[in-house]
């Protein structure tokens, strides 16, 4: 069975690797912040407007930017002036520890919140600890509202989830008792229903600003 050994044996490492990171964030004065979902879930729109809702709060915010290819979401931040750095996984469906021990060096980072956005991917990320201190999943409603039912190991990953594109809630039928049905059979997440099509008219952020605010506080 090599292929189960080797399986365990890179895991493993990811586990050493994730230790070693969350020990240099702590020393750093920085909350590391995993944001997970689906493909256009809504990530980066979310993410640009908690980082100003951050910003106005004077808490400096970093980005790390997973993706397969491009620099298109790091130019987002890069040009918003945001420190970013871009990670191109060149075909890998996630975001592994080793990754953000090296990403997160590159970045030159410390006393404030460094956000990661994952690669859009609801199953693979939910396997790999990255030393963060804290998971928020996007959600968005045109997803569906059974997603908590089919994707268990993600939503029972996560300590955040932040529904997107709420504006849209009614045109998409999204039954949100339904949805939170579903989490709760696996999860305590707090929800927040947000909507970030501008981030100027953002709605809904400030809650998840609230959280992240009194997280951060608290390392
Ligand atoms: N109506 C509406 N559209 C939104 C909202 N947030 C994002 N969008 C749109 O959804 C699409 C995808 O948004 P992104 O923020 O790029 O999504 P993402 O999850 O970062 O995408 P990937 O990084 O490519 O996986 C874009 O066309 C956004 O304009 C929202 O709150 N409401
Ligand atoms: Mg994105």
């Not at 100003?52 to 130019?75: F, M, N």
Request: with cysteine; net charge negative; charged share 25%.
């Amino acid at each position: 069975m090599p292929d189960v050994v080797i399986m365990k044996e890179i895991k493993g490492l990811n586990e050493t690797y994730a230790e070693e990171n969350r020990e240099k964030f702590a020393a750093d004065n920085v909350l590391a912040v995993n944001i997970m979902g689906a493909p256009g879930a809504g990530k980066t729109s979310f993410l640009m407007a908690l980082c100003d809702k951050l910003k106005a709060r004077g808490i400096r915010s970093a980005v790390i930017e997973g993706d397969l290819y491009s620099t298109i979401d790091t130019e987002e931040f890069a040009n918003a002036g945001y420190r970013s750095l871009q990670i191109n996984t060149e075909g890998e469906c996630h975001i592994d520890a080793n990754v953000i021990r090296q990403g997160y060096d590159r970045l030159g980072f410390r006393d404030g919140v460094v956000f990661i956005e994952n690669v859009g991917n609801l199953i693979c990320p939910a396997e790999f600890d990255l030393g963060e201190g804290l998971r928020i999943i996007t959600a968005s409603v045109p997803e569906g509202d059974d997603k908590p039912y089919k994707y268990i190991p993600m939503y029972s990953y996560v300590d955040v989830v932040v529904l997107t594109k709420c504006d849209l809630k009614e045109a998409v039928g999204f039954d949100t008792e339904y949805f939170t049905r579903g989490l709760r059979a696996l999860n305590e997440a707090p929800v927040f229903e947000t909507c970030a099509k501008a981030p100027a008219d953002s709605w809904g952020v400030d809650e998840v600003a609230d959280l992240v605010e009194a997280k951060y506080k608290s390392i």
